[in-house]
């Protein structure tokens, strides 16, 4: 079935390290984004992709990366830079070239600090 | 600002009674309207959408109706069961260079058996 994959469901960081995350979709969309969800507020966006080889960052981008290779996979990176990294990250995926359509979202993975 | 938000934080309904479940918007210059089902540990599920040349539309057991002279959003669930607890939320697709959505914070479905 298509969909959106997202890894690690679960993921500890130390003091100092980075840790990346994996959005893999086999949905054929040209657009992924990535999201920030914190308890009792709506999802804000980190970084979002319309193409392959090219990304724009969103309204919290400070202490992320990303980088967009392939178009099925847009991979964050969670650096020592950011300092308040806990939080549930979704990544997302349309097909921006047909219109408005919805964001489809992966499971989510769920960001501690150890 | 521009915001996207919603009346009820929490909703307990009866199981097989009607939900509703509303959204301000306050972007005028939003066409586009989505609103999601998000279950406890997992991602928002696309539920269903609607344009701002509509004023309702029906899915299966949902409807979502559109005032745009209030900027009112609406997600009508007939027949509520104990699988559509969860939290809802709305989001609203402003015009811009790429398809910038504005998430609400959500209301949670509580249904009652």
């Known amino acids: 079935d298509g969909g959106i994959t997202q890894s690690p469901k679960y993921l500890f960081r130390k003091e100092g390290q980075n840790v990346t995350l994996s959005c893999e979709q086999n949905?054929?969309?040209?657009?992924m984004y990535w999201y920030r969800q914190d308890p009792g507020q709506g999802l804000r966006l980190i970084y979002y992709?319309?193409?392959?080889?090219?990304?724009q960052k969103g309204d919290i981008a400070e202490g992320y990366s990303v980088s967009r290779e392939k178009k099925e996979s847009f991979p964050l990176t969670v650096t020592s830079a950011q300092k308040n990294p806990t939080a549930f990250y979704l990544c997302?995926?349309?097909?921006?070239?047909?219109?408005?359509?919805?964001?489809?979202f992966g499971d989510g993975t769920r960001l501690s600090i150890l | 600002g521009e915001s996207v938000g919603l009346h009820l934080p929490t909703l307990s309904v009866q199981e097989g009674d009607n939900s509703i479940i509303n959204c301000a918007y306050s972007?005028?210059?939003?066409?586009?309207f989505i609103w999601y089902k998000q279950e406890s540990g997992k991602g928002p599920q696309f539920i269903i959408d609607?344009?701002?040349?509509?004023d309702k539309r029906q899915g299966q057991r949902v409807t979502v109706l559109l005032n745009k002279t209030v900027k009112h959003l609406s997600l009508q669930i007939a027949a509520t069961q104990p699988g559509d607890s969860a939290v809802y939320f709305c989001?609203?697709?402003?015009?811009?260079?790429?398809?910038?959505?504005?998430f609400g914070t959500g209301t949670k479905l509580q249904v009652i058996p």
């Open positions: 972007n005028s210059a939003s066409d586009y």
């Open positions: 949905l054929n969309h040209d657009a």
């Open positions: 992709s319309q193409i392959v080889n090219d990304f």
């Open positions: 997302a995926s349309n097909d921006s070239g047909q219109g408005k359509q919805p964001q489809h």
């Open positions: 989001a609203e697709n402003i015009a811009g260079g790429y398809q910038k959505v504005t």
């Open positions: 609607i344009r701002s040349n509509m």
